[in-house]
């Protein structure tokens, strides 16, 4: 079973602030990516990474970045949070084809 | 562009019930398809991967199945629990890593 963590699990933050959302995984995954989802919705893509130093952008616009200096670590960053922000943050690991969850960050801009 | 559909989104049942929970895909050049629960606000667990040379995984009272010529894959569950309550993804692999997601099936099981 894979291990991957997110924090923080909650996060309430004024709009114009600059946030970042923290992903490890400790099974040296090399495919990593990062999902939204808003309440009752479906799962959108916003970003991804097959390894060090490789970072795409998903099928959803998405104004944060990411990066991927370690094969642990795959951060979210907002440099200006706005409360169309307002979301859930999942972030997943790839061993082989089969993907892990973590437990999701619940953003919430006011 | 790889679509997943989810029928039904919610379904509410009494507890003991078998019930099947669909997905359909409109590309069927799949790698594999995997089952997901997600409870509110927490993340996703996997409980079933099926590749795409299979037919069927089972694991305790979960059953799935994938027929990849038609775009389908159902999830049975036997003999529901409320436990069971939650909501079910359902997300297509392809050969280039991407994951497509259907809207899920928000599931209650009824004591």
């Known amino acids: 079973e894979a291990d991957i963590y997110q924090t923080p699990r909650y996060l309430v933050i004024g709009t114009g602030k600059k946030i970042t959302l923290e992903c490890s995984q400790t099974?040296?995954?090399?495919?990593m990516y990062w999902y939204q989802q808003d309440p009752g919705m479906e799962l959108h893509l916003i970003h991804y990474s097959y390894g060090v130093n490789s970072t795409e952008k998903g099928d959803l616009s998405s104004e944060s970045t990411v990066s991927r200096i370690r094969t642990e670590h795959f951060p979210l960053t907002l440099e200006s949070a706005r409360p169309s922000h307002t979301s859930q943050y999942l972030c997943?690991?790839?061993?082989?084809?089969?993907?892990?969850f973590g437990q999701g960050t619940r953003l919430t801009v006011v | 562009k790889q679509e997943v559909t989810q029928i039904p989104a919610a379904l509410s049942v009494p507890e003991g019930e078998n019930l099947v929970l669909n997905c359909s895909f409109t590309d069927s050049a799949i790698y594999n398809l995997q089952w997901f629960r997600q409870d509110p606000g927490k993340g996703l667990t996997s409980l079933l991967l099926?590749?795409?040379?299979?037919r069927e995984q089972t694991s305790g009272r979960l059953n799935a199945s994938l027929d990849k010529s038609s775009g389908r894959s159902t999830l049975y569950i036997a003999a529901s629990q409320p436990g069971d309550s939650a909501t079910y993804l359902c997300?297509?692999?392809?050969?280039?890593?991407?994951?497509?997601f259907g809207a899920g099936t928000r599931l209650t099981v009824k004591p």
């Open positions: 099926i590749q795409s040379s299979q």
């Open positions: 997943a690991s790839l061993r082989g084809r089969e993907a892990f």
């Open positions: 997300a297509v692999g392809d050969n280039n890593n991407d994951m497509r």
């Open positions: 099974m040296g995954h090399d495919k």
